[in-house]
């Protein structure tokens, strides 16, 4: 909906009922089906229209009161497909509804010293961040989602290794379990995601070197063994978590160099920003058409 609506709507947020809620869904996805995307003065960029992030983070947060067991995150993408996305072809009003506008929900577990603080902008919550780091003067913009690692996500989890140019997979050098767990986890990260996918293992709480049960040499051999990049860090201190993110970025915009990413197949999750027309050694790309997503490198 348009950001007046958004506004009329979210101006007493305490008293909204269940019933408001779905007046708001309906009212959200009306505008798709109706076609009145113009008519209702929705933001354009560059011919497309975008998702007002400020509406979006506040239906989140509507959620968020309506279900307090839950922790609810607004992950909202730069541009949206329409019907009237220029040199892209027509595009149905129906296609335009099924951009990618989701909003993961995750129980709440309790805070974590396991989890990495936000050193990156965050929206709503710790689970999905923006990070841009510039490797040889090119930026690159890298989202993060931090998933939840109980079992019971398992699922879950699985469909965000697809599409995705990294994987991090992180354990908890006081809890020995966690490491034990590790080849699990990469096993479905490596059959579920690109076979480039660029993997880090990273072993968190390192400022509690006097309650480790898993020693440096024991990650080394692992990451040697499965051909891993291997990082400690401690997210509490935020020692090396940056390292760790620029870390990532090189290794990803090397594997663009070197042609092992394509970069006009999303599913590497790879985006190439405007005005790109040379990526890699031997990589060429078409003049960009309207209506491309401004990130560089997911």
Known sequence: MPNDKAREVFEDIKSL???????????????????????????????????????LNSYTRMLAMKFPHFRVNCICPDFVKTDINANTGIISVDEGAESPVKLALLPDDGPSDNRFQPVHDITIGVEYGVRTITVDNTPIKLRIWDTAGQELFRSIIRSYYRGAACALLVYDITRRETFNHLASWLEDARQQANSNMVIMLIGNKSDLAKKRQVSTEEGERFAKENGLIFMEVSAKSGEKVEEAFVKSARSIYKKIEDGDFNVLDETHGIQIGYGRSYVGKNQKLPTPTLGGRRSCCT
């Open 17 to 55: 009922t269940n019933q408001k809620l779905d007046e708001v869904l309906r009212e959200f996805l009306k505008d798709y089906k109706e076609e009145a995307l113009e008519t209702k003065n929705w933001p354009t960029f560059l011919s497309g229209y975008t998702m007002a992030k400020t509406a």
